[in-house]
């Protein structure tokens, strides 16, 4: 419940009686199920970043080699190791057979059933009748329906037959593959002032490499996990009717879910101390193992929804959990490529698309269209790019057709005010300035300290040197016709 929030978002009356199921971890859970090894990679960088692991230890978390486990090339306890090996050779459709839906479906009716009774003493320590647990396995095998409330069965018998059924698996539910990993997350410690390394486990960090440790289970192991540290929790949380702890389930669970198989305790020496405080953290904490980091939920939602432009640094830099006092950087170049993967795809997307629609527009017919299209590629260069693999011709420059009437009117009429844009528009070059006009104005100054009687002397002048002007032009015209 935790991972699923309820909000009423809808402003229609008639529906704001029916929440609307908004999942945090959506975008995570669509790139694991569509891009898993993009997924794989973006986790597993950063467990790296908060547990040491060598190369060997990666590859088998990775899947890259198989994993080397404790006890694997002994020869003590070896008649222990082939008797249980032994008893999982029975296999049948769920107990003794990999992971599956339809398994799960069964044992969940067991889990369903012992979180309605946690108040039995003894729960999980205390084993149930081995008559009444070959009935119910044989029922679960089978398929048939069963109904654990007519009283036929007790809960002890289905505490013990669940610790069976995790017994018998092929391999446990937490992986062979991540068993190294889980021993280095126990050594996750805190430091104190002067970077020295305390005793004092680093519960913030532990659980961050839990929740991604989880992310990369599979899909079935996650979710029986998830059913099944639930029911512990809960359990332990009535310890004083059960006189069940945590510490103490952690004993009865852990070799069933984290042990290597076939392995015994002399194998494991003295990493049981540190499997057992695992799982005891794993119960305890059970409540926030099953939530995706605030940086992979974004890192996720960035990857479908678009570029990082609509993020504040501060967010994109979120590289911790929300609760931790520190933002370390990412260190990974896995980390960064997947950051920038999404942005060059849309890119070069684009950059094509806008290629292929200038070369259309490029082998069009010459028309206005085509000219106009050709313009608004001109007017924004940055931003469509349509590159350099087509070369673009300028446009042919129109040609005004001349008449003889036109020619005519344009002399005779178009003198005038031709004169008088060149004069509007830009100063007379100091060669076609009249020597009388510029010393007439050298001697009278600027137009605000002329008198009326200057002004209109200068006025005079000025009609009759136009007045010459015309009368020179229409005489070059007459006698050029």
């Avoid at 859970?29 to 986790?43: A, D, I, M, N």
């Avoid at 510490?247 to 194998?267: E, G, K, Q, Y």
């Avoid at 099953?290 to 940086?295: D, E, G, M």
């Avoid at 890192?299 to 479908?304: N, P």
Wanted: glycine share 4%.
């Amino acid at each position: 419940s935790d991972a699923i929030c309820n909000f009423v978002i809808c402003n229609d009356s008639s529906l704001r009686s029916q929440p609307i199921i908004f999942n945090p971890d959506f975008f995570v859970e669509k790139l694991r199920h569509e891009k898993p090894e993009v997924f794989t990679e973006l986790v597993v960088s950063n467990i790296t970043r908060l547990i040491d692991l060598p190369g060997a230890e990666l590859a088998q978390l990775m899947g890259e080699e198989d994993p080397k486990l404790p006890g694997a090339n002994s020869t003590a306890s070896g008649f222990f190791r082939s008797l249980m090996s032994l008893k999982r050779k029975e296999k049948g459709v769920v107990f003794g057979s990999p992971l599956t839906e339809e398994g799960i479906a069964q044992v969940s009716q067991l889990i369903e059933y012992l979180h309605k009774n946690l108040r039995a003493e003894g729960l999980f320590r205390v084993p149930g009748n081995s008559i009444r647990q070959q009935i119910l396995k044989d029922a679960l095998n089978s398929g048939t329906d069963i109904d654990l409330d007519s009283g036929e069965f007790h809960s002890n018998d289905v505490a013990t037959l669940l610790k069976m059924f995790l017994g018998e698996l092929p391999e446990p539910l937490l992986t062979h593959k991540h068993f190294h990993a889980h021993l280095k997350i126990a050594d996750l410690t805190l430091f104190d002032e002067k970077g020295n390394k305390t005793s004092t486990p680093d519960k913030e960090r532990q659980i961050e490499a839990l929740q991604l440790l989880f992310l990369i289970l599979p899909a079935p192991n996650r979710s029986l996990l998830k059913l099944l540290l639930d029911l512990l929790y809960q359990t332990a949380k009535k310890q004083d009717k059960n006189k069940m702890s945590a510490h103490n389930l952690a004993l009865m669970f852990a070799p069933h879910i984290l042990w290597p198989r076939n392995v015994t305790a002399n194998d494991l020496q003295e990493n049981i101390i540190k499997l057992n405080n695992g799982v005891t953290f794993m119960i305890k904490h059970s409540q926030k193992l099953f939530k995706a980091p605030a940086y992979i939920r974004e890192c996720a939602r960035l990857h479908y929804l678009g570029s990082r432009a609509h993020t504040s640094k501060d967010d994109l830099d979120l590289l911790t959990s929300p609760g931790s006092k520190e933002l370390q950087p990412l260190k990974s170049q896995k980390r960064s490529r997947l950051d920038t993967c999404h942005q060059e795809e849309t890119q070069q997307r684009t950059e094509e698309a806008l290629k292929e629609l200038f070369r259309h527009v490029h082998n069009m017919p010459d028309s206005a269209k085509k000219k106009k299209l050709i313009r608004q590629f001109n007017k924004h260069p940055t931003a469509l790019t349509p590159g350099s693999d087509v070369p673009t011709s300028p446009a042919p420059r129109r040609t005004r057709s001349r008449s003889f009437s036109g020619l005519i009117k344009r002399k005779v009429l178009g003198t005038p005010v031709i004169l008088e844009r060149k004069s509007r528009d830009a100063t007379p070059e100091p060669e076609r300035v009249n020597k009388e006009n510029v010393h007439l104005l050298q001697k009278c100054g600027s137009p605000a300290h002329m008198s009326q009687g200057k002004l209109k002397s200068l006025e005079g002048r000025k009609e009759e040197s136009c007045r010459r002007i015309r009368a020179h032009l229409l005489s070059k015209d007459s006698s050029s016709l």
